[in-house]
């Protein structure tokens, strides 16, 4: 996407020292651009950890370039199966994750000469950031029917789009999940606003999708995450388009907190609620996200405070009283009865376990 009329993706490998991997520090916008070098395999797992990148997608490309930087530190087999367990322990709840680290693993162990090794690990991962931005304008494409079709029965009014957290270009590599069917909309001229959820404690929506949103011009307002519902019964909501960190085979959708509850909204003032999201974000293994996908639990410290920018510096203040607790969820999950359809790179479905099955029937097997 564009950033100041420049192209950027998320991710990259230095052109003047290849060995070097190269990221948006994400946590400095929309304030300050910050790019980030990673080292080494420890750096990408702290990039992931701290959440320096974020997002299913990204997390994924990030893990696979940290088996790539492993493997310029260490071959040995023992040294890569650590690497990537290390990786794997960053953030639980995203499938993009295990994925990638499972996917760079057999690659590499598959070869023995050492040079090799470091040569598959940076192909891997290479061809995984290609896939990733593939899925995601294939996304964008299938997303955009159904934003054409409301746009249609508007007599061409701006269609009025709520997302939730950040599921655009910045959680992926290029174009987004959610908001690649946005991205579609706007360039083939079909008139659109977003309400942008704020998304705490973290902000992701207040401060990267409108970031986003307002480097490519397109029209938003951001809000609390608890005016949703209000806007949906006011008939202000045309469609909600969120993204996934892990989806079940029946449907069931992680994704950041707070979805649950738009999507309980849109449930019960017949607005359509889409999930758009990767067939890497699927996991076949599972087939009830309420009881089996694990949720990452964050520090009380990201409720606690905020960070803003005060004119000329990033600050953080202090909320809530000193000796008051607090409970920091980082997901939650939305049943699939509540789901209208997932948006992926292969079509849209329903969001159910013959919905699914009948765009990736490779998974049948799994059964």
């Given at each position: 996407m564009l950033v100041h009329g420049k192209h950027f993706r998320t991710i990259w490998l230095d052109d003047a020292d290849p060995t070097q991997v190269c990221v948006i520090d994400q946590r400095s916008l929309p304030f300050e651009w910050?790019?980030?070098?990673?080292?080494?395999?420890?750096?990408?797992a702290r990039a992931i950890r701290e959440m320096h990148?974020?997002?299913?997608?990204?997390?994924?490309?990030?893990?696979?370039f940290g088996i790539y930087l492993a493997t310029l530190e260490s071959t040995s087999n023992a040294f890569l199966q650590e690497a990537g367990s290390w990786l794997k322990q960053t953030r639980p709840t995203?499938?993009?994750?295990?994925?990638?680290?499972?996917?760079?693993?057999?690659?590499v162990l598959a070869v023995q000469e050492e040079s090799a090794r470091v040569r598959i690990a940076r192909q891997t991962a290479l061809e995984m950031a290609e896939e990733s931005v593939e899925h995601c304008r294939k996304i964008g494409e299938h997303g955009l029917s159904l934003i054409r079709a409301i746009s249609q029965k508007k007599n061409g009014k701006a269609v009025n789009i709520l997302t939730h957290c950040n599921a655009g270009w910045l959680?992926?590599?290029?174009?987004?999940?959610a908001l690649a069917p946005v991205y579609q909309a706007w360039s083939e001229g079909i008139p659109l606003h977003v309400w942008v959820d704020e998304t705490r404690p973290r902000n992701q929506g207040a401060r990267l999708t409108a970031f986003e949103l307002e480097q490519q011009g397109i029209p938003h307002t951001v809000i609390v995450d608890n005016a949703?519902?209000?806007l949906m019964q006011q008939g202000m909501v045309d469609l909600v388009l969120v993204g996934s960190d892990r989806t079940t085979r029946n449907g069931d959708v992680a994704n950041k907190i707070g979805t649950y509850l738009k999507a309980l909204a849109a449930y019960d003032n017949q607005v359509p609620f889409y999930v758009a999201l990767p067939g890497t974000s699927i996991d076949p293994a599972?087939?009830?996200?309420?009881?089996?996908i694990p949720v990452e639990r964050r520090g009380e410290e990201e409720v606690k405070a905020i960070e803003g920018w005060d004119g000329r510096k990033r600050r953080e203040v202090q909320l809530t009283p000193a000796g008051s607790p607090?409970?920091?969820?980082?997901?939650?999950i939305t049943p699939a009865r509540f789901v209208t359809g997932l948006i992926t790179e292969r079509g849209v479905c329903s969001a159910?376990?013959?919905?699914?099955l009948g765009l990736f029937p490779e998974w049948k097997r799994d059964i």
């Amino acid at each position: 996407m564009l950033v100041h009329g420049k192209h950027f993706r998320t991710i990259w490998l230095d052109d003047a020292d290849p060995t070097q991997v190269c990221v948006i520090d994400q946590r400095s916008l929309p304030f300050e651009w910050r790019v980030e070098t990673l080292q080494s395999v420890s750096d990408a797992a702290r990039a992931i950890r701290e959440m320096h990148v974020r997002g299913a997608p990204l997390i994924g490309v990030t893990a696979a370039f940290g088996i790539y930087l492993a493997t310029l530190e260490s071959t040995s087999n023992a040294f890569l199966q650590e690497a990537g367990s290390w990786l794997k322990q960053t953030r639980p709840t995203a499938v993009d994750l295990f994925y990638a680290v499972d996917r760079s693993m057999r690659a590499v162990l598959a070869v023995q000469e050492e040079s090799a090794r470091v040569r598959i690990a940076r192909q891997t991962a290479l061809e995984m950031a290609e896939e990733s931005v593939e899925h995601c304008r294939k996304i964008g494409e299938h997303g955009l029917s159904l934003i054409r079709a409301i746009s249609q029965k508007k007599n061409g009014k701006a269609v009025n789009i709520l997302t939730h957290c950040n599921a655009g270009w910045l959680a992926c590599i290029d174009y987004g999940t959610a908001l690649a069917p946005v991205y579609q909309a706007w360039s083939e001229g079909i008139p659109l606003h977003v309400w942008v959820d704020e998304t705490r404690p973290r902000n992701q929506g207040a401060r990267l999708t409108a970031f986003e949103l307002e480097q490519q011009g397109i029209p938003h307002t951001v809000i609390v995450d608890n005016a949703g519902g209000h806007l949906m019964q006011q008939g202000m909501v045309d469609l909600v388009l969120v993204g996934s960190d892990r989806t079940t085979r029946n449907g069931d959708v992680a994704n950041k907190i707070g979805t649950y509850l738009k999507a309980l909204a849109a449930y019960d003032n017949q607005v359509p609620f889409y999930v758009a999201l990767p067939g890497t974000s699927i996991d076949p293994a599972l087939t009830d996200g309420v009881r089996t996908i694990p949720v990452e639990r964050r520090g009380e410290e990201e409720v606690k405070a905020i960070e803003g920018w005060d004119g000329r510096k990033r600050r953080e203040v202090q909320l809530t009283p000193a000796g008051s607790p607090a409970l920091n969820f980082g997901f939650d999950i939305t049943p699939a009865r509540f789901v209208t359809g997932l948006i992926t790179e292969r079509g849209v479905c329903s969001a159910s376990e013959n919905g699914i099955l009948g765009l990736f029937p490779e998974w049948k097997r799994d059964i």
